[in-house]
């Protein structure tokens, strides 16, 4: 991204939650950033967000209570886009 390199995030099934609509900009605290501002900065740099298709089911979650900056992929197709990634953070 800002130093060329391509990021991507994969919330899996637990993280389900935070991809509905409006949930992200409800996190707020002492020393918290504000993430509707740092989303906008990923997406106009390129970032991509990727939800496990899992989520679905095991959320209880439809397709419209997402975020419209969300794309429902599989773990495998994850992996495969992951597969090239020299760092990697997991939460």
């Known amino acids: ?3 060329g390199n391509e990021v991507i995030m994969f919330f899996c ?3 389900g939650t935070w991809c509905k609509k409006g949930e992200l900009e409800k996190v707020t605290g002492k ?3 504000d993430l509707k501002d740092l989303l906008d900065k990923y997406h106009k740099l390129g970032g991509k967000l990727y939800l496990c ?3 679905l089911e095991a959320k209880d979650l439809k397709k ?3 975020r419209t900056d ?3 992929i599989g ?3 994850f992996m495969s886009k992951a ?3 020299t760092v990697t953070f997991a939460f």
């Open 1 to 3: 991204m800002a130093i």
């Open 13 to 15: 099934p637990a993280g």
């Open 53 to 55: 298709e899992l989520a």
């Open 75 to 77: 773990a495998t197709e």
């Open 64 to 66: 419209e209570d997402l």
């Open 31 to 33: 020393g918290m950033p």
């Open 70 to 72: 969300i794309e429902i």
């Open 83 to 85: 597969s090239s990634c």
